[in-house]
Every structure is written in structure tokens, then in C-alpha cells.
């Protein structure tokens, strides 16, 4: 059974810095991983979506890597910002049908 | 494109009574759609998969008979919790998928269940 965790859980950082959020997966067999970002009482926003054959990802400030061989992603957020404030969650889709298996999240908070 | 939306955004109803909550995709035709909940800082746990005109697959340990899914269409799903009790309280999102090589999940806003 596929297991995600994501460490941090939570992440407090000042305005201004680069923070890295990590994602492992138990099961390499995947079609794609995919991050999305969670405001409060909200539902999710993708921001990146990597294929099991492509390594990497760039959306503006984020950059989310992949390597599959070791069920490791990373979220990379450049410059950070307040309004980067959010839970990021990480989901893995497995290669038989299109069902996602989410991480527990990780809670970030970026001060003024 | 591929926008989800879910209705009621938020809903409270009393210990017993029955609420059905409303998930469409609204500009694209959605072959699968996904139910999950989530609880106060915890991540989204699947409850069931749904595909038009079939039966839903429930996840283990979810009840077939509280949480009634209904996919009649290819643009609307159903979620009826049935006698709802406090613990029924939580966030429930549905997600939308079409038919294709990209099968990308699209994710309605939620709705937010108080039950009292």
C-alpha cells in the first residue's frame, strides 16, 4: 500500500527566505506526483504536477523535483512570501487507474 | 477550464437527519469523481470512487450505507450522509476526473459539515 509523509509538518520561516518542503512515497511505481497548495477551510490549488518520467518542474518561485528511483520530491519556494502562507500537500497517482494518495501536509507560516 | 464546484459551500444539521451535498464539474464532462474528507489538520482521506452510471467503490472502512454516492451524470455527483451524527463533522471535497490520457483530478471547494 502506498504510503506518503511529508516532513515538515509545519514551518514557520521569515519573509524573504528559500524553503524546501519534502515529500517521500513507500512505492516507486508512479504515473505522476503532484503538489497543491490548501488555505484555511478552502479547497486545493495544483501548482505542479511532475510525470514519473520527468525530473523536474518550474511554476514562477516554485520548483518541485522528483526522483522516483527513491520516492523522494522536494518543493522548492524561492523568496518566500506571507502570502505563500498555507498547507502544502504532496499526492502520488499510481500507475493502474487515477486515484491519488495524499501526505499529511506540511503547515507553512511566513512572517512579515 | 476544468472548474468543480460543490454546494452547499457549508451546511449544519441536527444529529439524525440526512444531508446530500452536490459536486459538478462545470465545463467538462467528469467520467470518475472522488469523494474525501478531511479533519481539522489532517490531509485528505478518499471514501470513495465514483464512476457515471455505476456503483461506487468504497474505501475500507467507509460505510456504503451512511455515505450514499450517486454519479448519474457526467457532470454531477451526489454525497448523501445519512442519519449524520457529531462525528460526521468534517470537510468533504470532491474531485473530478475526465476521460483521456491526462487524467488530472480537479478539486471542487469543499463543504464545510457541522452536525449537532
Known amino acids: 500500500k502506498q504510503e506518503v509523509t511529508q516532513i515538515p509538518a509545519a514551518l514557520s520561516v521569515p519573509e524573504g527566505e528559500n524553503l524546501v518542503l519534502n515529500c517521500s512515497f513507500t512505492?516507486?511505481?508512479?504515473?505522476?506526483l503532484q503538489w497543491f497548495r490548501q488555505d484555511p477551510g478552502k479547497g486545493l490549488t495544483s501548482l505542479l504536477l511532475?510525470?514519473?518520467?520527468?525530473r523536474e518542474q518550474t511554476s514562477g518561485r516554485l520548483n518541485a523535483s522528483l526522483d522516483k528511483s527513491s520516492g523522494r520530491s522536494t518543493l522548492y519556494i524561492a523568496a518566500s512570501q506571507p502570502g505563500d502562507s498555507a498547507t502544502y500537500l504532496c499526492?502520488?497517482?499510481?500507475?493502474?487507474?487515477?486515484?491519488?494518495?495524499f501526505g499529511g501536509g506540511t503547515r507553512l507560516m511566513v512572517k512579515p | 477550464g476544468a472548474v468543480v464546484s460543490q454546494h452547499p459551500s457549508r451546511v449544519i444539521c441536527k444529529s439524525g437527519t440526512s444531508v446530500k451535498i452536490e459536486c459538478r464539474s462545470l465545463?467538462?464532462?467528469?467520467?470518475?469523481m472522488f469523494w474525501y474528507r478531511q479533519f481539522p489538520k489532517q490531509s485528505l482521506m478518499l471514501m470513495a470512487t465514483?464512476?457515471?452510471?455505476?456503483?461506487?467503490?468504497?474505501e475500507q472502512g467507509v460505510e456504503k450505507d451512511k455515505f450514499l454516492i450517486n454519479h448519474a451524470s457526467l457532470t454531477l455527483s451526489t454525497l448523501t450522509v445519512t442519519s449524520a451524527h457529531p462525528e460526521d463533522s468534517s470537510f468533504y471535497i470532491c474531485?473530478?476526473?475526465?476521460?483521456?490520457?491526462?487524467?488530472?483530478?480537479?478539486f471542487g471547494p469543499g463543504t464545510r459539515l457541522t452536525v449537532t
Open positions: 474531485s473530478a476526473s475526465r476521460s483521456g490520457i491526462d487524467y488530472e483530478q480537479y
Open positions: 512505492d516507486s511505481a508512479i504515473y505522476n
Open positions: 511532475i510525470q514519473s518520467s520527468q
Open positions: 499526492a502520488v497517482r499510481r500507475n493502474a487507474g487515477n486515484m491519488l494518495t
Open positions: 465545463d467538462f464532462q467528469a467520467t470518475t
Open positions: 465514483s464512476n457515471e452510471g455505476s456503483k461506487a467503490t468504497y
